[in-house]
């Protein structure tokens, strides 16, 4: 099993940058992907971004080169930068995880941090 714990969530104002951060534990194997989701009110789940153990990314198209993430192998951590926040990015921030390699399917999932872009 793999827990996920997320932090960094909170209000910022629109054109303000957040951090999330994730941390991975893991008695098995070692992780592959890890990424994030990101979730509305009353709108479906969809990828913010993934990344792989090796290092290939994979951003939505929402993202536009606002988003960044980064990945420690060795802590199993993986942090999201995120720039020039919009309102629209006001979302439940979901990590997420897997064994194996993938940009987009995963097993594990965080319990969530909310970010509020807001004036």
């Known amino acids: 099993q793999v827990q996920l714990v997320e932090s960094g969530g909170g209000l910022v104002q629109p054109g303000g940058s957040l951090r999330l951060s994730c941390a991975a534990s893991?008695?098995?194997?070692?992780?592959?992907?890890m990424g994030w989701y990101r979730q509305a009110a009353e709108k479906q789940r969809e990828l913010v971004t993934g990344?792989?153990?090796?290092?290939?990314?994979k951003y939505g198209d929402f993202v536009k080169g606002r988003f960044t993430i980064s990945r420690d192998n060795g802590k199993n951590t993986a942090t999201l930068q995120m720039n020039r926040l919009k309102p629209e990015d006001t979302c439940f921030y979901y990590c997420c995880a897997s064994y194996v390699y993938t940009l987009r399917e995963y097993g594990f999932w965080g319990q969530g941090t909310q970010v509020t872009v807001s004036s």
């Open positions: 893991t008695n098995r194997f070692a992780i592959n992907g």
């Open positions: 990344v792989t153990r090796g290092g290939n990314s």
